[in-house]
Structure formats: C-alpha cells, structure tokens
T-cell receptor
Framework: EAGVVQSPRYKIIEKKQPVAFWCNPI?????LYWYLQNLGQGPELLIR????????DSQLPKDRFSAERLKGVDSTLKIQPAELGDSAVYLC????????????FGAGSRLTVL | SQQGEEDPQALSIQEGENATMNCSYK?????LQWYRQNSGRGLVHLIL?????REKHSGRLRVTLDTSKKSSSLLITASRAADTASYFC???????????FGAGTILRVKS
C-alpha cells in the first residue's frame, strides 16, 4: 500500500512568487493534516480536514495561505505570495479518523524562498 | 505554540548504550505519542500510551507516563546507529483535537 504521497519534494522560488504543494493521503483516510516544520522544531498544525471540510484552520495565515480538499481525497496547499519566512518543510499527514489520531506522514515538501 | 517540550535537545551516545528522552506537557491529555524523524524524511509513529497507562513496551522501546507530573519518557535500549534521528513527543487532547508536537530531541548514536 502506498503511503502518504507529497510533491514536489523540493521547491526553490523567489519571494513574492506563488507555490503549491500536493498531498495524496492513504486510501480511505478521512482526516488529512497539513503541518509546517521549521528547522530544528516540531511540526505545527496549519489545517485539518475531515473529508472535504476544513475543521481546524485557526493556525493558517489566511492572507497568503490557502488549502483545498475538494473531493475529500487529495489536497493542495498554496502560498501566494511567498515570503522569506515561509522557508520550511510542509508535511502532510493522514489518519482514518481524528478519534484515532495516530498519524501517517508523507516525506514532506521542502520550500526555500530566496 | 508547542505543548510538549523534550529534554535533552540533543543526545550523543555510543552504540549499545541506552538512550532516554523526556517530554513534559502542560494540559490534560487523552494519550501521548512518540514519533521518529530521520533526516529529510517525514515522521514515523513509534508508540502510543494512553492517559490511564503508566508504562508500555514495544521491542527496544519503553515509554512511561506520569500524568501527575505531566511528563513522559522514552527509553531506547541497546541503541544502534540506525536509531540516529530526531524524536518527538506529541500530545493528543482527545477526539476532534489536534495532535501537538514538541520541539524534539536529536539523537546521535555513534558506531
């Protein structure tokens, strides 16, 4: 069974440019998370989806970040425009339901903003 | 904000030695989990201990939980070079709540 798939693995962009990350969770996992991980830190939640509904987006900087999970399967996280401080690893994770809360993570997308 | 705080921030040991990492947290929890992250990879779930459990084992891993002190420890026995990674504790406040991660402990096992 394929794990959580993320792309791209690495992305280098100039500041003020847009960027998008894609995540395909484990088949059948209803709950999907996007986490931000800064260097030397633990992951911090950006947004959590239950199927196609965003149930916790309180930590998502909505002025420049957006996310969608239109059919309740794969998801896209977008940043527009990117800032230098957005350089980090963006991790996607999924679980069967949020009651279990044992997460399976993807390998992450490392963003460098120049 | 991160609820869990790991201690030490970094740990370097020789292969074969035991490694102990500690995690402290602030609020009541449903369960506490430990994850491992190898360099450049995503996190991998290691073990979960529920709030009504005090100790749990999985292979070379031993986790303890003291809810009165709001702390947990992860012991890796007979460490191997392949155990070199960052280890994170994560607190689960219950259904519908997010999993909150600490800043992690970097473990280096020298062969």
């Amino acid at each position: 069974e394929a794990g959580v798939v993320q792309s791209p693995r690495y992305k280098i962009i100039e500041k003020k440019q847009p960027v998008a990350f894609w995540c395909n969770p484990i088949s059948g996992h209803n709950t999907l998370y996007w986490y931000l991980q800064n260097l030397g830190q633990g992951p911090e939640l950006l947004i959590r989806y239950e199927n196609e509904e965003a149930v916790d987006d309180s930590q998502l900087p909505k002025d420049r970040f957006s996310a969608e999970r239109l059919k309740g399967v794969d998801s896209t996280l977008k940043i527009q425009p990117a800032e230098l401080g957005d350089s980090a690893v963006y991790l996607c994770a999924s679980t069967l339901n949020s009651g279990a809360n044992v997460l399976t993570f993807g390998a992450g997308s490392r963003l460098t903003v120049l | 904000s991160q609820q869990g705080e790991e201690d030490p921030q970094a740990l370097s040991i020789q292969e074969g030695e035991n490694a102990t990492m500690n995690c402290s947290y602030k609020t009541s929890i449903n369960n506490l989990q430990w994850y491992r992250q190898n360099s450049g990879r995503g996190l991998v779930h290691l073990i979960l201990i529920r709030s009504n459990e005090r100790e749990k084992h999985s292979g070379r891993l031993r986790v303890t939980l003291d809810t009165s002190k709001k702390s947990s420890s992860l012991l890796i026995t007979a460490s191997r070079a392949a155990d070199t990674a960052s280890y994170f504790c994560a607190t689960d406040l219950g259904y519908g709540n997010k999993l909150v991660f600490g800043a992690g402990t970097i473990l280096r096992v020298k062969s």
